[in-house]
Nanobody
Framework: QVQLVESGGGLVQAGDSLRLSCAAS????????MGWFRQAPGKEREFVAA????????TYADSVKGRFTISRGSAKNTMYLQMNSMKPEDTAVYYC????????????????WGQGTQVTVSA
């Protein structure tokens, strides 16, 4: 079993930056691809960004491309989402996810999910 815990959410103003973290733990955390998703009130959960197990491959939703950066720590069990030039439409609960795969995964077919962290961007 893998546990994922997000942190770093909060209230910011439009144009500000925020960095989310996701810490993974469990009996074994081997070759897992990871990703970030978000869900705004009244909307379906949507893909934000994904990263391969090695960290060498990344991909982003068009809505965040050029503003958000996904990365992994050297120990591979920590993932980050650096969010710059934030907009009110970035307001959502952000979830980190993990799946046993060396390649990045952009669909929501992840095995493990965190509890989410609230991000609110005021205009």
């Amino acid at each position: 079993q893998v546990q994922l815990v997000e942190s770093g959410g909060g209230l910011v103003q439009a144009g500000d930056s925020l960095r989310l973290s996701c810490a993974a733990s469990g009996r074994t955390f081997g070759s897992y691809a990871m990703g970030w998703f978000r869900q705004a009130p009244g909307k379906e959960r949507e893909f934000v960004a994904a990263i391969s197990w090695s960290g060498t491959s990344t991909t982003y939703a068009d809505s965040v491309k050029g503003r958000f950066t996904i990365s992994r720590g050297s120990a591979k069990n920590t993932m980050y989402l650096q969010m710059n030039s934030m907009k009110p439409e970035d307001t959502a609960v952000y979830y980190c996810a993990a799946v046993a795969s060396v390649s990045l995964v952009t669909t929501d077919e992840y095995t493990y999910w965190g509890q989410g962290t609230q991000v609110t961007v005021s205009a």
